[in-house]
């Protein structure tokens, strides 16, 4: 039975006047191991945890009222009780102290794929032509999908706040296990839990200790749950917390990076026709991952101004180094005598073979190793000696050209920085120096090394640096959105393998924690000259790939098939009838169509309701749809990946304009609008893949050239 060292018989003494400690005997066991079933039941980690504590440094007091404080060395945490305490600080939360709203800004074109913005200007040019409708310039009501509870105290806040916002995805922070462990005796958290249950609801919790990991944490809960709906959150931190309170900054801050990356069907298929061409008719190797180690430093080199610094130490150094050369790095390495063992490539635009030609007019390249996603363009792995793909993780072309979880590089965007890095750690290389991996500038005006593709034309750079970051060696470099998402991405990869690799930061650019700084003149490395022995080695582990492998992925998996079922499955979501249109053409992979599975009995929402709501959720639909778009209990397919960036692009802008709508006959009115232009949408993209599908594998002299 878990007791209380601070709350004994010998505590009995009047706390703060009305308040008295709770002796042992006193404590709701039986609410307690209620509780801590049903918290290691939907939380295991923190379940353990809570069990695991036997004594805390505070302890409860309670009053005539029934009421429960938090006491401390005297002090009391809510001054008064925590039920008084949680209605006076819910009361015009919005209009208090610690309660932040994340806004988005108003939609803008640019920001949408050539579908969503179809979608978007049918709904509001129906809306305001035909109806009449007029939106507001913010959000008209306190309701919002997503809520973020920093501080769980006692937890009487929470009830209060969930009912004032409807929210449907509540996450809840609390840094102190001990507040939490107490609240196990007051508060009725199986309550709280059945209020959560169903798909169509969420609860989750976070105990992380550093800012970063909080804000890392709700980051990732508010996209997994539906990035469609963070227009709105509220970011609401209960009592004054400096850990916290940097977490709330640093989202708040970086609001940009929530909305990054869910790509555009355009991609899709882009990166689809460039895997399909790279793997067609491909003899070479494919990376698969491998936990032997490698007894050799690694050099990660990017473009970053700072890299001009250390070419010197560098180039005599690469000898006793493997280099891994990240994108454009590799015409600064060559340019200044270095050549790499690696070059590193993800990107799958044109422009990478067309300054991969450039360089080869002038420079050997064949004794140079590709590392390249399977989507990179299929005009650059000629040009070196030889390639070796590796699987781009969370796309349609990862998924229809699987090799398994180990063929994908963790951690390796946003950024080719990160791919180098992640690449180093994972052939096995026990330190890891960086070099030009700035993920910023001192000098936003010098924004790469001078040797960059960058700095002579080949290459356009218009990204604004403008956030003030601490830096590295000290003072401040200013870095921006996307150099900050790499910036965390490192964080998190240099966690993996903490404790057997040492990291190096000889950057004079961004601060990176988990990796030191170094200055590269500190750096000082034996001769190694069984090198080229141990850079073979790590090349035969991979094994390679066949047209058997090809043959697989393609042929055998009746595409067309499965983008008419998930279709037929996105469009039951918003109670739209079935198209079926499947042909003999389509094949018969063993998968139910919409057609067998419901036997004409009419569509099927994918995932079952809630039976016991407190308030309808008006966009209903919209959740239907993440639940496809983000499925829970089963595998993300190619299919979703299509429809997944420019759905949630269509459903961000529909959300912004409905929460600006008020509330009546105008707001049902932009809602049932949203539905049908949906509907629309989901149409259209599974006949732009039909179509894309037709011209891969039959191509037209325009296709062909595309």
């Given amino acids: ?66 009421d429960f404080d938090i006491a401390f060395r005297g002090d009391m945490m809510f ?41 978007i200007y049918n709904i509001l040019n129906t809306a305001v032509r035909e109806h009449g409708i007029k939106f507001a310039t913010m959000p008209v009501n306190e309701k919002c999908y997503h809520l973020v509870v920093l501080g769980v105290g006692l937890g009487d806040h929470i009830p209060i706040l969930s009912k004032a916002t409807n929210c449907q995805n509540l996450i809840l922070i609390e840094p102190n296990l001990e507040f939490l462990y107490l609240s196990m005796f007051t508060f009725d958290w199986v309550g709280l839990f059945k209020e959560f249950d169903g798909v169509d609801k969420q609860i989750w919790f976070g105990g992380a200790k550093s800012s970063t990991g909080m804000a890392l944490y709700i980051r990732d809960y508010l996209r997994l749950n539906g990035p469609h709906f963070i227009d709105g959150t509220y970011l609401f931190e209960a009592y004054p917390n400096s850990i916290m309170h940097a977490a709330v900054t640093g989202i708040m801050d970086n609001a940009n990076v929530l909305l990054h990356g869910l790509g555009f069907l355009e991609d899709e298929c882009d990166m689809v026709r460039n895997a399909y061409h790279n793997f067609k008719n491909f003899e070479g190797r494919y990376y698969k991952h491998d936990e032997s180690p490698t007894f050799m430093p690694a050099f990660v080199i990017g473009s970053g101004p700072s890299l001009d610094n250390d070419l010197e130490m560098i180039r005599k150094n690469q000898d006793r180094a493997i280099i891994v050369s990240c994108g454009s790095a590799i015409r600064i390495l060559l340019l200044n005598g270095i050549v790499p063992d690696f070059q590193m490539e993800m990107e799958n635009v044109p422009a990478v073979t067309k300054i991969t030609e450039k360089l080869a007019e002038t420079n050997e390249l064949s004794q140079i190793t590709l590392i390249a996603s399977n989507t990179v363009d299929p005009g650059v792995s000629p040009f070196y000696g030889r390639t070796i793909f590796y699987i781009r993780p969370s796309l349609a072309s990862s998924l229809i050209f699987d090799m398994g979880d180990d063929a994908s590089i963790d951690c390796a965007t946003p950024t080719v920085s990160n791919l180098g890095f992640s690449f180093a750690q994972e052939i096995g290389c026990q330190t890891v120096y960086t070099f030009g991996v700035d993920m910023g500038a001192r000098n936003p005006k010098q924004h790469h090394a001078n040797d960059a593709a960058y700095n002579v034309g080949q290459l356009e750079f218009t990204t604004e640096i403008d956030t003030p970051t601490p830096g590295n060696f000290g003072g401040t470099v200013m870095s921006e959105t996307i150099y900050l998402w790499g910036v965390d991405m490192l964080v998190i990869a240099a966690q ?24 590269s003149s500190t750096v000082a490395l034996p001769e190694r000259p069984e090198k080229q022995n141990i850079v073979e080695a790590i090349i035969e582990k991979f094994p390679f790939y066949t047209a058997d492998d090809f043959r697989k992925a393609w042929a055998d998996r009746n595409p067309r098939r499965r983008i008419k079922e998930y279709r037929n499955r996105l469009l039951a979501c918003c109670d739209y009838p079935e198209i079926d249109d499947f042909t003999d053409e389509d094949g018969n992979d063993g998968l139910a169509t919409e057609n067998e599975t419901t036997e004409k009995a009419g569509p099927v929402a994918p995932a079952k309701r809630s039976k016991k709501r407190r308030e309808a959720y008006e966009l209903d639909y919209l959740v239907r749809i993440n639940l496809c778009l983000v499925p829970r209990g089963e595998p993300v397919t190619a299919e979703v990946h299509y429809y997944r960036g420019s759905m949630f692009l269509s459903m961000i802008g529909l959300n912004f304009f409905v929460a600006r709508t008020p509330p009546g006959k105008k707001r049902e009115t932009v809602i049932e609008l949203g539905k049908q232009a949906l509907c629309d949408q989901i149409i259209r993209i599974c006949d732009a893949v039909l179509e894309f599908y037709d011209n891969l594998e039959n191509p037209t002299e325009e296709t062909s050239t595309n």
């Avoid at 600080?89 to 994340?102: E, I, N, P, Y």
């Avoid at 903490?498 to 924690?513: F, K, L, P, W």
Wanted: aromatic share 6%; glycine share 8%; charged share 30%.
């Fill in 496 to 519: 993996r393998f903490a404790g057997t690799q040492t990291y190096y930061n000889c950057s004079d650019g961004v601060s990176i924690e988990g990796m030191i700084p170094k200055l």
């Fill in 79 to 119: 001054g008064g009780g925590s039920k008084k305490w949680a209605k006076k600080r819910v009361k015009d939360f919005h209009l208090r102290s610690g309660a932040q709203r994340l806004i988005a800004s108003p939609m803008d074109t640019a920001n949408l794929d050539d579908v969503a913005n179809v979608t």
């Fill in 1 to 66: 039975m878990p007791s209380l060292s601070s709350t004994d018989d010998q505590h009995t003494e009047k706390v703060d006047g009305e308040f008295r400690p709770l002796i042992v005997k006193e404590l709701n066991h039986r609410r307690f191991r209620r509780n801590l079933k049903a918290w290691t039941k939907r939380f295991p980690s923190a379940g353990a945890e809570l069990e695991a504590i036997k004594t805390t440094h505070s302890h409860l007091v309670t009053d005539d009222d029934g």
